[in-house]
């Protein structure tokens, strides 16, 4: 499972909490994580609440575990 967020909405979230610098948080904006291509993956976009990516989040889960 891959939980991601788009770049204004990870800035928001740096800018309320208060503990990085704008440049700071423009650096970890740049970081980018390469991920292999050929693993099967599910995407969580993680734009909305907690409680909306939770969900999504726990009916992942639920759909890979209830398989047999």
Avoid: Y
């Avoid at 909405?9 to 610098?21: G, S, T, V």
């Amino acid at each position: 499972v891959f939980i991601n967020a788009s770049d204004s909405h990870i800035r928001a979230r740096l800018q309320l909490r208060d503990r990085e610098m704008s440049n700071d948080i423009e650096e970890r904006l740049s970081r980018k994580v390469l991920l292999p291509e050929d693993v099967p993956m599910t995407t969580i976009q993680n734009d909305g609440t907690l409680a909306e990516a939770a969900t999504q989040f726990r009916k992942t889960i639920l759909r890979f575990t209830t398989k047999v």
